[in-house]
């Protein structure tokens, strides 16, 4: 066997598409030629700036909290235009007359990179990022217990996501969906390396979020503010809390699913086999394990995100905190005792089915309440419609129609009439573009002055919005009719007139949701060119009520000058309405904070080459990776120079330099807090 196992050149991309030259090969083509360009266009524009140093120096060794948020926020939208764009063309296929211009195998290949695109590396890195940008700075923490991990985590989460990447330029990813059953995706049915590629970029990602989760939870029990009680923290803070828990339990069904399906398929086991002792059912019960707590990983974040927009752009504190917070642990626990309906149709008993039915409508009664919790902060409140706002509004109208179509899915009589049905795609999608996508999309329109130091435009975010908004109706409410009319998921075409129209519909709307994400990339960008009349120096430029406002904008690398003293569960709020503007120091001290490194992204690196190996058998070259990995790992442990220290004094001057703008800042009525006027720190109680 060569030392480049099993790759040959009919997996370049290009080659299909002169051996058999057709629409959907020369798609196939023209996908891969994107990718390579682009990754030539980002190096020539990278060397023609001189870029490479400051992205070496500034982002790539970075262990600042802030900085590692960003960049898997940055992988996330990137991976985002991805998935939509495979939607729209997916949408595209099936209005064409039938057969349509994709072949089978390049459509289903389009719904499992969709899927596990949306899922892996949008929804978790998005998730991941915001967790890691605003926990810290909401638990008076200077950075996670583990910086050093939180960057593997960072390196491993992107080399899973350059894997799939990759899969355009070299060979195929699989067919079978994100769930990627056996046995279809087994060796006999399944023989290219397409699974592979599901395996190990899942492989690396799922490691990833492992130790965040691990990261998260130890963080917020260690590094707390001192006197800073669990009841104290903010909703967010919850949400990550329960998140981690999460993301620690139910990854690691995941991790060995998969593995295991690495043995079936690469080393003669068979786990999953049928005919050889196997039950395909293992593979069904543990990836479920993980699956459904993992949408609860995907929603909590974003259920904590609307939990802090709401009450600030309401101008009330949130109702209900201690019956939010026991929702949120609620949701936690009885996420893990829902797996089941995911297969009600595949064979166990009816009374099975029943208590998992019933478990999951249970699930509904603590969602609930916090959707009244939302509504009864907005109640009187003086609301004003930032795009944060807006998102977390139009979340709360669009989320509750997927609950009521969620709760009627957790029937099993009903399901078994929907499932694999378009309704279903419905469903999740109702679910998971307000309660992942809005959610996280209201927090960076929220949040972002945090680490840049300027606002987002706001006109440009509200055009995103309704386009999201319309564009979700349009593309998702088509597939609730055809799916109950009989239309099966994961379909190549349709030859059904009576679909037609709707899935006519369903495509303007698929078309509607990309110039939303279109006006978002505009947003970004006229938002940067005016960066200079959008800057809030000054902090809080929303009237914020977490202590993250309490510092300027943006945060300096050390997050706070000194530990904020957590007299209450909103000290922030306390000192504005005391008269206010910065709050009172506690006791400045030297800090540590680690230095900048690159063996995080020595470790990604090598790790992400051992994974591309094991998809092509190279197993040579995947012996080195595996190996190479531990001794970087090692080689770090031996480090012990890693610290840099900021002194007292650095820090007093920081924070002396801070109060300084912020006197020098106009205060400046509530009314004007979406103009140029607003350079940070409205206080409406003062004018
Ligand atoms: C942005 C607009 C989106 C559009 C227009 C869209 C469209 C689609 C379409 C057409 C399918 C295939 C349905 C079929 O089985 O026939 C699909 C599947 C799927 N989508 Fe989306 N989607 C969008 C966003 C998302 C998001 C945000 C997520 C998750 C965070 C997501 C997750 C999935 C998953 C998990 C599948 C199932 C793949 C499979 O069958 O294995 N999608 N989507
Ligand atoms: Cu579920």
Partial sequence: ????????????????????????????????????????????????????????????????????????????????????????????????????????????????????????????????????????????????????????????????????????????????????YPPYTGIKLS?????????????????????????????????????????????FAWATLCTAILMIFAMMPLTVASLMLALDRQAGFHFFTATQGGNMMNFANMFWLFGHPEVYILILPAFGVFSEVIPTFSGKKIYGYTSLVWATIAIAVLSFTVWVHHFFTMGQTAH?????????????????????NWMLTMWRGKLRFSTAMLFSTGFIFTFVIGGITGVMLANPTIDFATHNSL????????????????????????????????????????????????????????????????????????????????????????????????????????????????????????????????????????????????????????????GKRVMDPTEFVDIHLPKPTGMPFLVGLVATLFAFAMIFQMWLIAAVGFVAMWVLVLIRSYDTDWEETVTAEELREGYEAHKRVVESTPQIRLDDEFTTKNRGLIMETQV
């Fill in 1 to 180: 066997m060569s030392i480049l196992g099993s790759l040959d050149w009919n997996d370049i991309f290009i080659v299909p598409f002169f051996t058999d030259p057709s629409l959907s090969t020369g798609i196939a083509a023209g996908a891969g030629g994107i990718v390579v360009l682009g990754a030539l266009a980002v190096m020539v524009l990278l060397t023609v700036k001189g870029w490479w140093k400051p992205l070496w120096s500034n982002w790539i060794t970075t262990l600042d909290h802030k900085k590692i948020g960003v960049i898997y926020i940055v992988l996330a939208l990137i991976m985002l235009i991805r998935g939509v764009l495979e939607a729209v063309v997916m949408r595209a296929q099936q209005v064409s007359p039938a057969p349509g211009f994709l072949s089978v195998e390049h459509h289903a290949e389009l719904f499992s990179t969709h899927g596990t695109i949306m899922i892996f590396f949008v929804a978790m890195p998005f998730l991941t990022g915001v967790i890691n940008v605003v926990m810290p700075l909401q638990i008076g923490a200077r950075d996670m217990e583990f910086p050093f991990m939180n960057a593997v985590s960072l390196w491993l989460s992107i080399g899973g996501a350059a894997l799939v990447m990759a899969s355009l330029v070299v060979g195929h990813f699989e067919t079978g969906g994100w769930t990627a």
């Fill in 352 to 372: 099975l089915n029943a208590i998992f039915g019933i478990a999951t409508m249970t699930i509904g009664v603590p969602t609930g309440v916090k959707v009244f």
């Fill in 423 to 578: 309704f279903l795609v419905a469903h999740f999608h109702n679910m998971l573009i307000p309660g992942l996508l809005f959610g996280m999309f209201a927090a960076v329109n929220y949040w972002f002055p945090l680490c840049f130091g300027f606002r987002l435009d706001e006109k440009w975010g509200r055009r995103s919005f309704w386009l999201w908004m319309i564009g979700f109706y349009g593309a998702f409410m088509p597939l609730y009719a055809i799916g109950l009319m009989g239309a099966p998921r994961r379909m190549a075409f349709f030859t059904e007139p009576a679909y037609f129209p709707w899935l006519v519909i369903a495509m303007l709307g698929a078309l509607c949701v990309l110039a939303g994400l279109t006006a978002q990339i505009i947003q970004v960008w006229v938002s940067v060119k005016n960066r200079e009349s959008l800057m809030v120096p000054a902090g809080d430029p929303w009237d914020g009520r977490g202590i993250e406002w309490s510092l300027g904008c943006p945060v300096p690398e050390y997050d706070f000058s000194t530990i904020p003293a957590m007299t209450s569960r909103e000290p922030w709020v306390d000192a504005k309405e005391a």
């Fill in 191 to 235: 023989p290219n390396e397409g699974v592979d590629y599901w395996i190990w970029s899942l492989g690396l990602t799922s490691v990833g979020s492992t130790l965040s989760g691990i990261n998260f939870l130890v963080t917020i029990y260690k590094q707390r503010a001192p006197g800073m009680k669990l009841f104290d923290m903010s909703i």
